[in-house]
């Protein structure tokens, strides 16, 4: 069976957030649970802005990782609501060994 790595980069808008401690309180939850749904997360960008925040997140897995990417996504959009937009990137094994 073939292994793949799935990339997705998710960019987000915090609307309702008026500082930045309210956007960590919301980024810390949607890290927690993106993680025990399987994925690796990173936070990339927009450390220092209150309404942004770039997510870089991993999964690994077979032929059906893309289908876990759509649920991953979702997942994601129903924790930001006031926007989020994505790019993804699927790469085999064999892509990243060359």
């Known amino acids: 069976m073939s292994t793949f790595v799935c990339i997705i980069e ?3 808008h915090f609307g309702e957030v008026h500082d930045l401690k309210g956007k960590r ?3 810390r939850s949607l890290r927690d649970r993106l993680r ?3 994925a690796t ?3 990339s960008d927009g450390h220092d802005k209150w309404q942004r925040a ?3 997140c991993a999964l690994v897995g077979g032929p059906d990782v893309g289908n876990r990417a759509d649920e991953l996504e979702r997942l994601i959009e129903s924790g930001c609501p006031e926007g989020c937009s ?3 990137e699927l790469l085999s094994l064999q892509d990243i060994r060359g």
């Open 25 to 27: 309180k919301l980024v």
């Open 41 to 43: 997360v990173y936070e």
């Open 10 to 12: 998710a960019r987000l």
């Open 86 to 88: 994505f790019s993804r």
């Open 36 to 38: 025990r749904f399987g």
């Open 54 to 56: 770039t997510l870089v």
